[in-house]
């Protein structure tokens, strides 16, 4: 790899969001994850780490199959 992005720089967090933006799009539509009203509450995110939310057992590895594809894609 001859380039990349600098760690701390404000390029690679402006990247991850765009990144991630879609993901949280595939996760809402998906169907599963919690829901307060009409607000989605499905995944949480902190810097670069998601925690997945779902009031079903069968869920969560519904949600992990959604970013799993997401990510090979």
Known sequence: MNCDVRQ???LPA?????YVDDL???LRN???GIYIGRLFVGC?????DILLLSSTCYGPQSMLN???KFGNK
Request: charged share 15%.
């Open 8 to 10: 701390g720089g404000v």
């Open 24 to 26: 949280i799009d595939e």
């Open 66 to 68: 959604v970013c799993v």
């Open 44 to 48: 949480i995110l902190y810097a670069d």
């Open 30 to 32: 998906s169907g599963y």
């Open 14 to 18: 402006i990247l991850l969001s765009i």
